[in-house]
């Protein structure tokens, strides 16, 4: 079986890239760091044999094969007709693979029943801004409204909550930057504040769009969307879209994955099969023989 060591270079943007969602992988088992310290197929372990077997068994690795796969995918099709792109190839590459990666946010959020781009600013929101702008004293204060507006939609849809309170002290800090006060963090007349803030935009949220969207939208997923960990809650989704051909065979990559690891499966396998389906002869064929190697090492 051939060894063939992937790019060393795409595959360290590829790690680092995919940090927040391979550290919430980890953090859905319980694991509240990822524990290998070089990125796996990089240039300090060019076969991935230093991977945490955590990371292989959390889906830290799968994140990061999927990823890999569908951004080595989209490199060489991009190649055939771009010299620009191959004269820039990790620039890009470092595209492809923030947009994979919202994507699989996305489709992860998706799959929950929760809205792929809760922050988007058009339809219901776009009128709930309007009338919050409305009802604000003055421009200052109707700009933070809307960005408060955008960041609980956003947080109410995280899916590495460990909370269902509002974070009120990282938001008393955005307010801070938002109109230029000054305010004591983390004080009961602060947060009180900031409550007070949110009382505002949700009641102009349920005048215009009613009681049930925003219990729907809103206050069901505060309640009943919690997970382990955390990060930077504000981080938002990215506007542009991704390619369709590449959102599609992504999609149909990880439900291939998903379906062969329902059926037993092991990790290596069932990323091996839905690699073959879905991506045929690209250049994710060496990453496949180097998984089944390194993954009948670490079992055997
Ligand atoms: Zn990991």
């Given at each position: 079986?051939?060894?063939?060591?992937?790019?060393?270079e795409l595959a360290?943007?590829?790690?680092?890239?995919?940090?927040?969602?391979?550290?919430?992988?980890?953090?859905?088992?319980?694991?509240?760091?990822?524990?290998?310290?070089?990125?796996?197929?990089?240039?300090?372990?060019?076969?991935?044999?230093?991977?945490?077997?955590?990371?292989?068994?959390?889906?830290?690795?799968?994140?990061?094969?999927?990823?890999?796969?569908?951004?080595?995918?989209?490199?060489?099709?991009?190649?055939?007709?771009?010299?620009?792109?191959?004269?820039?190839?990790?620039?890009?590459?470092?595209?492809?693979?923030?947009?994979?990666?919202?994507?699989?946010?996305?489709?992860?959020?998706?799959?929950?029943?929760?809205?792929?781009?809760?922050?988007?600013?058009?339809?219901?929101?776009?009128?709930?801004?309007?009338?919050?702008?409305?009802?604000?004293?003055?421009?200052?204060?109707?700009?933070?409204?809307?960005?408060?507006?955008?960041?609980?939609?956003?947080?109410?849809?995280?899916?590495?909550?460990?909370?269902?309170?509002?974070?009120?002290?990282?938001?008393?800090?955005?307010?801070?930057?938002?109109?230029?006060g000054v305010r004591?963090?983390?004080?009961?007349?602060?947060?009180?504040?900031?409550?007070?803030?949110?009382?505002?935009?949700?009641?102009?949220?349920?005048?215009?769009?009613?009681?049930?969207?925003?219990?729907?939208?809103?206050?069901?997923?505060?309640?009943?969307?919690?997970?382990?960990?955390?990060?930077?809650?504000?981080?938002?989704?990215?506007?542009?879209?991704?390619?369709?051909?590449?959102?599609?065979?992504?999609?149909?990559?990880?439900?291939?994955?998903?379906?062969?690891?329902?059926?037993?499966?092991?990790?290596?396998?069932?990323?091996?099969?839905?690699?073959?389906?879905?991506?045929?002869?690209?250049?994710?064929?060496?990453?496949?023989?180097?998984?089944?190697?390194?993954?009948?090492?670490?079992?055997?």
């Open positions: 079986m051939s060894m063939q060591v992937l790019d060393p360290s943007v590829v790690w680092w890239g995919t940090h927040t969602l391979r550290v919430r992988a980890h953090a859905a088992r319980g694991a509240s760091l990822c524990p290998t310290r070089f990125a796996p197929y990089g240039h300090a372990d060019p076969l991935a044999q230093q991977a945490n077997l955590r990371c292989w068994e959390d889906g830290c690795m799968g994140i990061v094969h999927s990823i890999y796969a569908a951004t080595s995918d989209r490199l060489a099709r991009r190649a055939g007709s771009d010299r620009q792109a191959v004269a820039d190839r990790m620039r890009y590459a470092r595209t492809v693979v923030a947009s994979q990666v919202a994507e699989l946010d996305r489709g992860r959020r998706v799959a929950r029943g929760l809205p792929a781009r809760p922050t988007r600013n058009d339809g219901i929101a776009g009128r709930i801004n309007e009338a919050l702008d409305a009802a604000a004293a003055g421009p200052t204060e109707a700009r933070w409204l809307v960005q408060l507006f955008r960041m609980i939609r956003g947080y109410v849809c995280r899916d590495n909550r460990t909370s269902t309170t509002w974070p009120t002290d990282a938001w008393a800090a955005e307010k801070c930057r938002a109109d230029g004591g963090l983390g004080t009961d007349a602060v947060r009180q504040e900031i409550l007070d803030d949110i009382h505002t935009v949700l009641s102009e949220a349920q005048r215009v769009a009613g009681r049930a969207w925003v219990n729907v939208s809103i206050l069901h997923p505060l309640m009943s969307v919690v997970g382990p960990l955390t990060d930077e809650f504000a981080q938002q989704l990215p506007s542009s879209d991704p390619d369709p051909a590449e959102q599609a065979l992504l999609r149909q990559f990880m439900t291939r994955y998903a379906a062969y690891r329902r059926r037993g499966q092991h990790p290596a396998g069932a990323f091996r099969t839905a690699s073959l389906e879905v991506f045929g002869q690209e250049p994710s064929g060496d990453l496949r023989d180097v998984i089944v190697d390194l993954e009948s090492g670490l079992v055997g």
